[in-house]
């Protein structure tokens, strides 16, 4: 079993940065990602960004390309997402999830996730 928990979440304004993190616990990791998705009141909830823990090769969607970065401290089993240049459409509650693909590609598709944490609430105000 894994335990995932977000912190970090808030409000600010338009065109602020806010930084979000996740740390996973609860069994002896190798070869996983870790990735942020989001959900926004009666929207499906979207991938946001993966890396992977060995090796940190990122992926992110075209929509937070070049104004969100996600990072990891391995030793702490830890992701962060600094958000940049925030927009009131990034308005949602975001999600970390924990994924043990068996392949290089770097998943971003929800049913590929194996663990979820319960989310952290940001809100963007114009």
């Known amino acids: 079993q894994v335990h995932v928990v977000e912190s970090g979440g808030g409000l600010v304004q338009a065109g602020g940065s806010l930084r979000v993190s996740c740390a996973a616990s609860?069994?002896?990791?190798?070869?996983?990602?870790m990735g942020w998705f989001r959900q926004a009141p009666g929207k499906e909830r979207e991938f946001v960004a993966a890396i992977r823990m060995s090796g940190g090769d990122t992926f992110y969607a075209d929509s937070v390309k070049g104004r969100f970065t996600i990072s990891r401290d391995n030793a702490k089993n830890t992701v962060y997402l600094q958000m940049n240049s925030l927009k009131p459409e990034d308005t949602a509650v975001y999600y970390c999830a924990v994924a043990f693909p068996s392949t290089p590609r770097i998943p971003n598709w929800t049913y590929e996730y194996d663990y979820w944490g319960q989310g952290t609430q940001v809100t963007v105000s114009s």
């Open positions: 609860g069994r002896t990791f190798s070869s996983y990602v």
